[in-house]
Structures are given as C-alpha cells and as structure tokens.
C-alpha cells in the first residue's frame, strides 16, 4: 500500500493544517488523466444490450418484440374473472370489458359467509401466498395461512391482480379490443373505486354476496376503504393497515417525481414501448425513489450507517474500502441500486403510471366524492349490520371522536358516512413515510366522528417504515387475527 | 357541458352503486382512441430543441458549444482568489492549481477582528447578498447587510462559491490545465475539508488571520464546522444552521437519487458533455426529487393541498380544473416540475454530482476523521480562546451533556475535540426532513460531550422545513444577531 504524506504549504498565519493520506489512489486522482469509471451507468447500457440480444433471438422465431417476465405469468397459475361488457369508469367513460386475474385459499362455507378479499399494494400480482399450482412464496406468505393470522382453516380467502395491473388483469399491456394491439397509454385513467368495483364483479361471479371482511394495506388498504363505501351492506369488517383516506400532497410528491423520470426514458415512447424495449432504466430509477419511501431512516441508521462497501484487492483478495467514487459507495447506496436492478423488468411501466395515479386521485372527503358523483349504496337509516352476530369487535368503543374537529376532518367524517356502521381496523406505523401515522389517525378520527363506535386502532412502534405490514407477523398479525376473530 | 349518467349492469346482490359524470370527458375517455397529450414529456424535447438551436447559432460565430448560464457569471460581479500551486486533497492526490470566486460585504476593520465568513449550500454562488456591482437580490439578502441579522455595518463578510461549484470557482466545468479542456469527471473527489482549506487560503491572501465567526446553512453549516475543526485557534465562532456532523443513510439515500437520474441522462455522456448538450432532462428531473426533501409534508398540505390545476374553458374562458391526466394535475406537481424547470440550465450537472458526493462524505465521528488522517490544528491544552473577550457567549451554560451518551455520540464527540473551546450556535427545524432535528440535537450534545460549555441551541417550529433557513428572518435571523453580539 501506497503511504503518502505531505504538507499544505504554510498558511499565513496559525499552524497549518496537515492532509495525509493512507490508502491506495486511484488511476484517476493521481494524473487526472485515466478516464473514471461509471459501472451503475454502464449497467443501463447493459441491460439494454441483453435486451436487444432476446428481441433478435425472438424475432427468428416470432413476430413480436420482447415480452419482459411480468407480461407472461403462466395462466395455470391463477383464475380469471372475464367481464364480457362495458365497464363504466369513474374518471373516463368505460372499458369495452375486462378481466381480473385471481387466486383464493381455503374453502368457501356452504352458507357462504367466511369470503375475505384480500386488496395489494401497488405493484403485487394475486400471489398473497403459495399455492398447490405456483408453489412460490406469495407476497403476504407469512400471513395468509392455515393457522396463520388470516387463518385460510377458517376463512376462504380471494386476491386479485387489480384493474390496470400486468399480472393477469386488464391493464395498459393488455390488447385493447378494437385494435388488437396493447392499449398503452390509451388505457383510461382509473380509480381506487374501479379497481374495487371490478373486484366486485369477480365476488358475483363467485356467488359472494358477503364479505366476512375487506382487507388491505398500502393501497390495497384505500382499496379495503373504498369496498366498504361502495358496498357497506356487503362487508361485514374493514381492515386498512398502514393506508389513507386522502392522498397527502407528499406522497404525491414522491410518486410523481417515480412517474417522471419513467416518463422521460426515451423507451418509454409516450407509452407505447411494446413491440420495442420497455423502459427499464425509468423503471431501475423510479424504483429506487420509491424504496427509499418503504423504509425509515432509524432502519437504515442500523442496518447500513454509514458503511461502505469493500472490494477484494487485486493482489492479496483481502476485502478492503474502496476509495470514493461517482458511483455507489455506501451500503445504502448499492441497496436501492440493487432494489432499483431488481425490478427493473418485472413490473410494467404503464401500470405503475396508471395505479400510482390513480393513488393520487383518492380522496374520501366528501367534496372530492361530490365532485365524483359516485354514490355508495349506503342508506344512513339501515340497521348496523354484523354479519357474524357473534364476532362484534369492541376493542375501541370507549374511544370518543376528537371534540374540535378541524374542518378538513369533519370533511372527511361526512365522506366516509357510509363505512359508519363496519367495524374497522386501522393500523398504522409511526416510523412510515410514505403513510405516515397522522393519516392513519385522520382515518381513526373521521370514522369515528361519523359515528363508527366499533375502530379498532393501533400504532406500532419500530424501524421498517412502510415495509413493516409485509415484515412484523407478531404485531400486524396479531391485530389482524385479534380483529378478525 | 356534457352530464352523463349512467347505471353499472345490476350485481347479483345487494344495492348496485351508481357512477355518474359530471364533467367533460376528455378526447381520449370515450373512445380510448386518440393518443393521449404529454406536455410534461414534450417539454424535455422542446428544451432539447432550443439548446440545439442555440448551438448551430453559436457555430456560425465560434467553435465552442453551447454555454448555459451557469458557465458565464460576469466576472466583473465578483473577485478571484488564484491559488497557482498544486492543492492536495483529502480523497485524490491533487489540484494542480484552483481559482475561488467571492465577494465581500462591510469593511475589514483596522485590527482585522471583524471578520464573518459565509458558507453556502449546495448550489449557491458566492452572491449571498446585492452589491454595487451586483444589485441583484442574493440567496441571503434578508439576513446580510447594513442592520441586518449579519450587520455589514459592523462585519466584513466574505461569501465565496465552493471548491466544486460553477460559478467561478475550479470545478468540474473548468479547463484542465494539463490539457485545455474542461475537466468534467477528470476532476477529482473533493471534500468539505477540501472547501474549507481553499477557503483559508482565500483568507491568508486577504491578511485575515482570525475570523470572527463561521457561519453557514445546511451544507455550508457542514463547512463551519469543518472550519472550527481545522482551524480552531483562527475561528472565533462556529454557526451550525440546519445542518449535520455527519450525513445519515437517509439523505445520501435522496442525494443518490439525484445523481442517479442525473448520470443516466444520455446527455450526461459520462460527465463529458461541455461540447454538446448539458443533462437538462437529468437537471430538471433531480432537481424535482431536491426539492421534495427541501420543504415539509405539512407546509405542502397548507399551501397546495389536493387542489388541482385548472384551465380556460375553451369556449367560456372560465377556469375550471381539468380531467384527470398522466402529467401534472395536482398543484404539487405542477411546483414541482417549475422548480426543476427553473434549476435545469441555471447549475452545472457535475458540479452537483462531486459536491452531493462531498456532502455524503462528510463524517465528523472520530473513526472516520481517522480513517482520512486529516488532522486538525487543535492543541487539546490550549487555553481557550474568546477572540473577542467581550463577547464571550453564555446561553447554554448551564445545559450538560447527555448523561449515558450512545457509542456513536462519543465518536462524534471525540472527532469533534478540537471545537470544544470555540462557542457555537447550532439550530434546526423540527419539520426539516433533509438535515432532520435529530441530527442537530446530535451535534449539540456531541458538542458538549466534548466539554464545549458555550453551544448554545434552537430548534425552530413552523412548516418550512429545510428552507427556513432562507425564509424565517425573525427567528434564524434573530438567533444569529443575539449569538454573534
């Protein structure tokens, strides 16, 4: 190893400071004159090379350009509802028809009333958790189960790939009837309220009249919220973990700033990248901006601080620090790096700019929902309904509703009328984000001040942020499975 | 006006929400067949354009490529500090020789003991504040002139860009001279030390052997308390505002974002970009995700809420909001893309790649000043110094060190010894989510840890975030008065 030391000539005046430096440099600090390298550039390159390397490979034996994994899961894997008509939608006039790809555990009761629909996050096919044909570990594995906290002994559950997705169901990589070719960014722009209206499509379709219960997080939790509105004489619980009932402006912020930079990637095309190479350095960099709204700081304080990674040394293998360079230094540098790498390819471009807007656009106060003029079936005189009798929660019913509320509060109380009579669960994380626990107790508030005396509420404490819903098993799990029972 | 109502097909059971229209639909809603409109992508393409018509102009009258504003400040508005000899670096060999762009405020006062020096963040020129050559307003001009929280009737105040920067300083966009061309990504890793040191030597060639006091702002606050360190019997006062002793995983995570989408521009080119094109694409979209960490979640909630952009009717006139659409509709978003629309062209792309690096860099913590042996002039005996006898601080005397101090903080107490005897004034914001209020309640109590009995410490309400430091003149501004008086 190199050891240089040298003196800055003297200052003026005072003690001059020393500069010494005891690792190797490298080529470039020296004489300036090697060019640097750039690997996590040059990996965008690469990937469009390997890219192109499958499009000549297919086109010796088909016609159509490259098919990333997410636009071939195999259909043995998992059902589809088809809805062979019209589907009116919130915010454009309709789809011509649709299909929402499904998978269900457990068994259905005879009396048909232990039905739980399961709602994901952004990105997540219908693969909550193995099954005898896709083997594989689903996104909600450890949850969803015999025995588990969403106990598939006991309840029969569904998930689906939702509305505007690429795992099966309808989205901007489907065919689009009248052209035959993919809609692209033809596809209308879709709401929260569509994804759960086409759920319910596929439930008729099921003979499930009742829902035992609704249970999401992350956005499958607005969705979770949006079923109980649309349909509160047909959900007997809610479950909403770590979700909102309005849209903040910063996490807005924080998808638009994904939804931008997928955008300007060339490849991107406006949306119609299908018989070409799909945007996969966009998608590599709006995911590492979205990973870094998944977990916290404490977490990464603990997990990475501020190490940084080592290289072998060319000549003794010894692992040693690198010297800073452009590119990934810090441990939590080559994390979102890797993440970003990771799922570059297995997600569609399109369906993250339509879902992630379509997050945007949810907003349960009631001027929003005026503006929509989407009704819910509710009727204020109904009779609240238990659908178990027996299973009432009480967990919060000494919990009053906050004595002045602010008006954007009250708002979202008038808002969220129809999910007054549902028990609901609403659980949050204080170290998320990206939902950040005020809103998880905006949606505790507003249901309880339009009269919902069956909220039950948590906040968990800990490092995981957002990601905490698919992480702690023993304390999600167990509010989940303490609800539900 | 087109109102649209509509039923959804009757489910199976229960009541069949209604979903109605009440507003126009857009061309692509009905028949999902004309393409839909990206002016937030065109955007990027027309800039390309016009920097592309800017060039052939430029052929026609010189062999040099476009320059963006950044690389032409007139150098008649500020003074240049030229350092002929080679300057070494903590993390490469060396500059063969540097230039540092600067301006003054105030008169240096007969015995020299008056003077402040002004450290920036990031992307600010040595232009804090209007002068006769310069009327324009500067980033500071609230808080340094005549009366002013940085009284220039009583201070001479020095401002300069940093090492790195573009605004006359050395940087990446200077020529080489070694080989007559701009150095782009030949130029070496730089440090906050490094900026500190050149800075010094700016001050030796102005014959000022003590200053008054060191203050700066976010990154600039990393620079004050370089400059305590490094030279702790030449600096009479340290101001920290809004800044760190060592940055978290978290904001190397944002800054990494940046660069990231910055690099992967196809006009970054490696950082070799000064005869073509600069990444205004890259520019406008880092700058997005920037300023997302700059303000807070509840100033946002304030300002934009969920209101949406409106447009002229085009037959009335009147403003109405839009349909829902895949660019900005949400006044988050809308800020957002001006914010980085305004950046794009107005900073150089490397320099703000080496200077978000340096910030990453900086650790005080005693193992990572070790690792560097960059060592400080500090005599652990040495009296401590008031250079100002007088004005010796006395706010937090009474506040001691954390009893049971965590491990890390004792690093960072014994990396930041040699400030120990010099007062400082540390003050964050509590809604800042960039340079949190963790981290100044860290270096105040590392402070203090290493027997600093005069930090005197703020931390700030309000919703503003990182800004406040540009924005909040009674309360920084006030608390800056009242420590250096």
Known sequence: MLLIVFHVPKSLFGTAPTVRLNRPL??????????????????HAARESRLKASVALSDTTSETGPEPAYARPHPSQYSIYHH?????????????????????????????????????????????????????????????????????????????NVLGGCYGSTGPSSLQPSTGKPYGTNFPIISIFDMVRAQFHLLDS????????????????????????????????VVSISGTARSTPSSIAMRFAQRSV?????NWNKGFYYDGLPPHTGMKLARQIATITYRSGPEWDQRFGR???TLPDSVTGKEQSSSPALCPDFLIETYLDHQGEQFCLKYDANSLIYISKAMDLFDMTSTALDGLQLTSSFHPLTIPLSPHGLHKTSHSKSHPPPANPPPYLSELAQGMQPLSNIPTLVLGVQSDILFTVEQQREVADALRLAGNDRVSYYELGGVWGHDTFLIDVLNVGGAIRGFLA
């Open 84 to 160: 062979p008509r019209p589907f009116h939608l919130v915010y454009a006039a309709k789809l011509p028809s649709f299909d929402i790809a499904y998978e269900t555990w457990g068994t259905l009761s005879p009396t048909r009333d232990n039905a739980i629909l399961l709602h994901t996050g952004l990105s997540a096919s219908s693969h909550a958790a193995s099954t005898p044909t896709n083997p594989s570990e689903g996104w909600w594995e450890k949850f969803v189960g015999p025995g588990k906290a969403i106990d598939t002994d006991r309840y029969f559950v569904i998930c689906t």
């Open 206 to 237: 099921l003979g499930i009249d009742q829902l035992y219960a609704s249970v999401g997080c992350s956005m499958g939790a607005m969705q979770s919220l949006a079923a109980g509105w649309l349909y509160p004489d047909r959900v007997g619980k």
């Open 26 to 43: 490298s080529s470039t600090s020296s004489g300036l004159q090697t060019q640097r390298q750039f690997p996590c550039v040059d990996a």
């Open 307 to 309: 190490r940084i990674r």
């Open 262 to 266: 997928l955008m300007a990637d060339p």
